[in-house]
């Protein structure tokens, strides 16, 4: 090893960074025409690289044709396995840091040998090779259905996922080796990529189904309070490309001896997180649950369907206040629906709650109220059915067994409305926002906002304004009525002079915002 002392520790920086760098990318060269290293100076020396290239400046050889090209013969060439998995490791990271080099990597015609890679029963190539593939579906000009349609990159991808499933259902598959939790992860990563950019090969990943739906409901939920942080969210992703609605499918998704497995799982996974996570992260993290669960409920049978519509619509106990305010699942969606930094989670709960409501707009206004309803219709292009856009439209609920009637614009019971006990204006209090509204108005005009008449200086200069005397008193008693009237038609002419003076009042307001 003392050959590589020369090359100098991985802790070097500046020009001696970049001089041992080359030094290494050279010997290794040179190597592969010679052999002249051993496999510890050889496994050592990529070790070396490896750290090198964590940091890309002055690191340079390592990110060029001809150090990837070098690196890519000891990945796929290699028989042993250990030098094949660090000149894996460092081309990972080559291709993380520098997106040029992904092309670069294309360009060498290495993906057919990376598919071959994949089909390895081995946990660290399974995790390396899938990352690479993975990180070459971004920004270059690899040819996925090539590698579905002649090099069984789908094939592999579901024998990993089977695999992985069959090491959780035995006891000795219980392990805490953290790389089978990693090797899954970016199995499933390199599954939603796959089937993103490969949308028209999608009936080859359909095996994969069933092996999805094993690992949501036999992996335990995490104890972080974070549900979809590890491999929950990577599962969901992979599930939410893939065609849902094929017979094989179905079959797996909603088993006859229990129907309801998958849903309750991913409803238990929604509960949690909207308990958990919040505004952006909602967006990112939740909306691909939603989506999910809202493809599921339009290809299960009736049975499921309804039992998602149970969990997911408004309860008889959420309209006995207005929808949202309550702290239930179905409550906490609707106060997200229109949550301004998630607008992505927005559109997926208000066209999942569509979808629960039979793409009926009457029935979708029954579901979630007038107020939720009426934007996403709106922005749909859908008609809103006679009767059911005023506060004048009735609705029933049918839940509890029997009919009640239901305000169509909160989706609260008409019978546990409460209203605050507001006293009805004054005359004078009246006023007084009429006076406010006129200089509002008038300060609108001048800053050209609005370009209409003012409302309450038309109705001034129309007589629909009553100026009442300063002695005027509300009363019931008709005889005092009488006598009122009586006594403003005798001073007609002085409320005439008095409905001057508010005039000039009102204008002399409108001067003072000059």
């Known amino acids: ?111 057919p040998k990376a598919c071959e890679k994949l089909k390895n029963d081995n946990r660290d190539d399974e995790f390396l090779i899938s990352r690479i593939i993975f990180l070459t579906t971004y920004g270059t000009s690899v040819d996925i259905p090539k590698l579905i349609e002649k090099h069984g990159l789908a094939e592999s991808i579901v024998e990993n996922l089977s695999r992985h499933v069959a090491r959780s259902s035995s006891s000795a598959g219980k392990t805490t080796d953290p790389m089978e939790g990693m090797a899954l992860i970016e199995t499933l990563k390199l599954l939603f990529n796959v089937t993103r950019f490969a949308a028209s090969h999608l009936d080859s990943f359909a095996p994969a189904i069933p092996h999805l739906v094993t690992l949501v409901i036999t992996q335990e939920m995490p104890s972080t309070g974070r549900p979809l942080d590890g491999q929950f969210s990577q599962l969901v992703n992979a599930l939410m490309n893939l065609k849902l609605d094929m017979e094989t499918a179905k079959s797996a998704l909603f088993p006859s001896d229990k129907p309801t497995i998958l849903v309750d799982r991913l409803l238990q996974l929604l509960d949690a997180s909207m308990k958990s996570y919040k505004d952006q992260e909602l967006e990112q993290v939740v909306t691909p649950l939603i989506c999910v669960i809202s493809s599921l409920h339009e290809h299960a049978p009736e049975g499921v369907r309804a039992h998602i519509r149970s969990k997911l619509l408004p309860t008889e106990e959420d309209r006995k206040t207005v929808l949202g305010k309550s702290e239930t699942l179905p409550s906490k969606l609707l106060r997200n629906w229109t949550n301004p930094v998630a607008p992505e989670f927005c559109k997926a709960i208000s066209h999942l709650f569509f979808d629960m409501s039979d793409k009926d707009a009457g029935k979708f206004i029954e579901n979630v109220g007038y107020g939720f309803a009426s934007g996403f219709l709106f922005q749909n292009n859908i008609a809103i059915p006679e009767g059911y856009s005023g506060e004048a439209a009735t609705a029933g609920s049918s839940m509890g067994g029997k009919m009640r009637d239901v305000n169509p614009i909160t989706g609260q019971f008409r019978d546990e409305e409460k209203f605050p006990d507001i006293p009805e204006m004054t005359d004078e209090e009246k006023e007084r926002e009429a006076e406010r509204l006129f200089v509002l108005f008038e300060r609108l005009k001048q800053n050209g906002i609005i370009s209409v008449e003012n409302p309450v200086a038309q109705a001034y200069r129309e007589g629909r304004f009553e100026e009442l005397p300063d002695d005027y008193e509300d009363s019931d008693d008709d005889d005092d009525g009488k006598k009122k009237g009586k006594e403003q038609e005798k001073s007609k002419g002085k409320e005439t002079s008095k409905k001057e003076d508010k005039k000039d009042d009102l204008d002399e307001l409108v001067e003072d915002l000059d």
Request: some cysteine.
């Open 1 to 111: 090893m003392s050959q590589f002392a020369q090359f100098g520790s991985p802790g070097l920086t500046g020009p001696a960074k970049l001089k041992a760098v080359t030094a290494l990318v050279d010997k290794l060269t040179t190597d592969l025409k010679t052999s002249n290293l051993s496999s510890k100076e050889r496994d050592r020396a990529l070790e070396e690289l490896k750290v090198f290239g964590r940091e890309p400046q002055n690191a340079d050889p390592i990110f060029t044709k001809q150090g990837i090209e070098t690196l890519t013969k000891y990945a796929f060439d290699s028989k042993s396995s250990t030098t094949s998995q660090n000149a894996l490791r460092v081309i990972c990271n080559a291709l993380l840091l520098k997106p040029e080099v992904r092309q670069i990597f294309v360009d060498l015609g290495c993906e």
